[in-house]
């Protein structure tokens, strides 16, 4: 494995998108042509399964070094009414371009940091976004919490708005690590607010760690899994550190590639946590994730309906994705588009009854075709292309590929498709760059992306 864990470690997406945002064409992309693509997809999709929605929430009052998110730091309070009523001016045009009532089936608060926003003002941003919109019968509404600052009124409000699920950002339970990342909090907050929420109802309450970080030993993680078993959550995320300093500005230029753990203990971190937790009854769901049988995400999972998208893995697919708020990425299935970074500059637009985009792509069909196998393999690690509407015109070069992985015996290859077996798990990323197009026509210049393991 080690042989292997040098070999594949290399630079890689994490396909939350295909083609990822290096390789979008941003000279057939339009304002207009993104429209007519969503409004498409919207009309193809809304009564049958509804869409989904992401806002993005980008405050925080401190800076955590390993986040690679696009955030605003302060400590004013009173930028939380004039950005929520432009999320709320922005969510009125899109209302006015679908032509119809939306029915929404998934909404997501990110960031940044929801919890940085008040209690009423959450509620008052969700209340305003359903003036306009109906509630899907099944839909889920999730939100991403930080321990010190979520409270029980945060926890109450967004219930009683319908929000069930709710995850946590742990990342790691040593103090020698947090104050690396600058992310200070305690097991008991962590615990406080893990039984607040299951004390008023939510039914999934997830805990987001992190493996790789800067100063992290194997025992560190062994401690932070072993916590974590305490407390139970209904899912986990078991993230990868992803170093891009070059990308990311001054907060992860606080250490240096010196500071962090090999690529071999890396993935000796991981396999030790995955153990760890496949002996309480966790089960590996896609690519650096983890649920108890009960949850959504491993009924997806298992019934094949598992999806891969911006906000990550969630357990239902919709064909529209819009996203709110500065810097979020919507997707039509036929495009994706992303809006203006500068939170001035994203109000301003909103402002003057501008949908705030500012880049994206229109996917070719040869673009949805391999997007196509690349989710197949992030959610169910196999795809095949026997249906020759699935069959992508540079087949033979992908299969060509493909034989290096299949002689490492991390996948078995046919002539119509491939499955990956458990070895091939960690590579999975490596695997799904073997369909990539683009990467492979197209060599970046500079280094744009983390090491793949």
Known sequence: MCTLIQKYNVPGPRYTSYPTVPYWNKETFSGNKWKATLKRSFIESNAAEGISLYIHLPYCESMCTFCGCHKRITKRHDVEQPYINSVLKEWKLYCELFGEKPIIKEL????????????????????????????????????????????????????????RRVSYGVQDYNSTVQRAIHRIQSFENVKAVTEIAREIGYTSVGHDL?????????????????????????????????????LKGNGQRGYD?????????????YETGKKLLAEVGYHEIGMDHFALKGDGLYSSMDSGNLHRNFMGYTASKTQVMVGLGASSISDSWYSFAQNVKSIEEYKHLVENNIIPIYRGHILSEEDQK??????????????????????IVDIESVKGRLIEFEEDELLELSDTGIKVNDKGHPFI????????????????ETRLFSMTV
């Not at 608060?109 to 969700?126: E, R, V, Y």
């Not at 590639?257 to 971190?269: C, F, I, T, V, Y």
């Not at 391999?370 to 069959?391: P, S």
Request: charge should be negative.
């Open 108 to 163: 997501h608060l990110g960031g940044g940091t929801p919890t940085f926003f008040s209690a009423d003002n959450l509620k008052f941003l969700i209340n305003g976004i359903f003036r306009s919109a109906e509630k899907a019968i099944d839909y889920e509404f999730s939100f991403e919490g930080h321990p010190n600052n979520t409270t029980r009124e945060h926890l109450q409000a967004l219930y009683d708005v319908g929000f």
């Open 370 to 391: 391999v997007r196509r196998h690349i989710l197949n393999l992030m959610c169910q690690f196999e795809t095949n292309w026997e249906d020759l509407r699935n069959r």
């Open 429 to 444: 990323r490596n695997i799904c760059m073997a369909f990539d197009v683009h990467l492979h026509q197209k060599q970046p």
């Open 210 to 246: 992190i493996f790789g970080l800067p100063y992290q030993n194997i025992d560190h993680v062994k401690t932070t899994i072993l916590k974590t078993k305490e407390l139970m959550p209904d899912r986990l995320a078991f993230y990868s550190y992803a170093h891009v300093p070059w």
């Open 257 to 269: 590639e010196a500071d962090l753990p090999s690529g071999d203990e890396k993935r000796n971190q």
